[in-house]
């Protein structure tokens, strides 16, 4: 992936020693300028800066390789500080199958998400049953469906307008028929009806209850990385009305920002387990934070060897 924005930082820190030749305020002040660019918000950019100003001082920062390695170690402790880093890991069920919701508007991504993190698991040799929990619109059952076949993948639907807690009690009963490993629900996500929206995932948590003995081993919400900011208010919204485990990035290739990463992880606190990186199955990847930072600052060379 190509973050441009990103890159921006880089060179800036790059030139610092080459060009004008010392860290002054009107660096910090360019510093800013390309770190909101690039998709982080205010809040989180005056922390880096604050904490680069810290270290400019006391670690006596001499060079554009020591300004950007302090830089990269900043993003790093963000995206892996302990509230999230003890949520990173995927959590798998006790018992089998593990059942993971997912959640989020419409268009973020969500049932091209499933789809892929079902070929995702397949190809790990886990059997992936997909629970049609979106039973609010039938193109949205028959949208699973399609992404089912195409990946060879067992689904259990019920028509449209059907109940959703209903559906997830069959796929959790079908899983276990099965010997699935996961069952993946899809599920409706109606912001303007957050009431609603609340007492559905409130029976699924509870059928999840009486049939597994616990709840969902993980919510993921799944927001699109080219809406900046928005998704940040989204997840908001959504954290509001369900508890979001973690969250799924889709879309990242089609931004050349990346900070929104960054962004996400500092106001949430929820750490992303996976990013989508294009429309086929297999254009997935389970989060790495330091290979992101990273990639992030990758010089134009190296991120143009594929990963
Ligand atoms: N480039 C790109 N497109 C994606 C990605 N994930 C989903 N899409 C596209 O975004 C659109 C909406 O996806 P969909 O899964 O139907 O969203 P849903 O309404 O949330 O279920 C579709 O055209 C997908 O192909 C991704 O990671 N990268
Ligand atoms: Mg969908």
Same mark, same amino acid.
């Given at each position: 992936?190509?973050?441009?924005?990103?890159?921006?930082?880089?060179?800036?820190?790059?030139?610092?020693?080459?060009?004008?030749?010392?860290?002054?305020?009107?660096?910090?002040?360019?510093?800013?300028?390309?770190?909101?660019?690039?998709?982080?918000?205010?809040?989180?950019?005056?922390?880096?800066?604050?904490?680069?100003?810290?270290?400019?001082?006391?670690?006596?920062?001499?060079?554009?390789?020591?300004?950007?390695?302090?830089?990269?170690?900043?993003?790093?402790?963000?995206?892996?500080?302990?509230?999230?880093?003890?949520?990173?890991?995927?959590?798998?069920?006790?018992?089998?199958?593990?059942?993971?919701?997912?959640?989020?508007?419409?268009?973020?991504?969500?049932?091209?998400?499933?789809?892929?993190?079902?070929?995702?698991?397949?190809?790990?040799?886990?059997?992936?049953?997909?629970?049609?929990?979106?039973?609010?619109?039938?193109?949205?059952?028959?949208?699973?469906?399609?992404?089912?076949?195409?990946?060879?993948?067992?689904?259990?639907?019920?028509?449209?307008?059907?109940?959703?807690?209903?559906?997830?009690?069959?796929?959790?009963?079908?899983?276990?028929?099965?010997?699935?490993?996961?069952?993946?629900?899809?599920?409706?996500?109606?912001?303007?009806?957050?009431?609603?929206?609340?007492?559905?995932?409130?029976?699924?948590?509870?059928?999840?209850?009486?049939?597994?003995?616990?709840?969902? !081993?993980? =919510?993921?919400?799944?927001?699109?990385?080219? *809406?900046?900011? $928005?998704? /940040?208010?989204?997840?908001?919204? @959504?954290? #509001?009305?369900?508890?979001?485990?973690?969250?799924?990035?889709?879309?990242? !290739?089609? =931004?050349?920002?990346?900070?929104?990463?960054? *962004?996400?992880? $500092?106001? /949430?606190?929820?750490?992303?387990? @996976?990013? #989508?990186?294009?429309?086929?199955?297999?254009?997935?990847?389970?989060?790495?934070?330091?290979?992101?930072?990273?990639?992030?600052?990758? *010089?134009?060379?190296?991120?143009?060897?594929?990963?």
């Amino acid at each position: 992936m190509r973050f441009g924005f990103f890159k921006n930082v880089a060179n800036k820190v790059r030139q610092l020693f080459t060009g004008r030749g010392k860290i002054d305020e009107d660096f910090f002040e360019e510093l800013e300028t390309l770190l909101i660019q690039s998709d982080v918000n205010i809040h989180t950019t005056l922390t880096i800066l604050e904490d680069l100003r810290a270290a400019v001082r006391t670690e006596k920062l001499e060079s554009s390789e020591q300004v950007l390695e302090h830089l990269k170690r900043s993003l790093t402790a963000i995206l892996t500080q302990p509230e999230i880093a003890q949520k990173q890991p995927l959590k798998r069920g006790e018992t089998s199958p593990t059942l993971y919701l997912v959640v989020g508007v419409n268009g973020v991504g969500k049932t091209t998400s499933i789809a892929k993190m079902s070929h995702y698991f397949s190809s790990k040799g886990s059997k992936v049953l997909l629970a049609a929990g979106d039973t609010f619109r039938a193109a949205a059952i028959d949208q699973l469906e399609i992404w089912a076949k195409r990946t060879n993948t067992d689904i259990v639907k019920h028509k449209e307008g059907s109940d959703p807690a209903a559906v997830i009690f069959d796929a959790i009963r079908a899983g276990r028929a099965r010997g699935a490993d996961y069952v993946i629900a899809d599920t409706a996500g109606r912001l303007h009806n957050r009431a609603h929206l609340m007492e559905e995932l409130k029976k699924i948590n509870r059928i999840a209850e009486r049939e597994l003995g616990r709840l969902p !081993d993980e =919510t993921l919400l799944v927001l699109d990385a080219t *809406t900046g900011q $928005n998704a /940040l208010s989204q997840a908001k919204q @959504f954290m #509001g009305a369900v508890a979001v485990t973690g969250l799924i990035l889709a879309k990242l !290739d089609g =931004t050349a920002k990346g900070g929104i990463v960054i *962004t996400l992880a $500092n106001e /949430l606190k929820l750490p992303i387990k @996976f990013i #989508g990186t294009g429309e086929k199955p297999g254009d997935i990847e389970e989060f790495d934070p330091r290979k992101f930072v990273e990639g992030l600052f990758e *010089t134009d060379n190296k991120s143009d060897t594929p990963t």
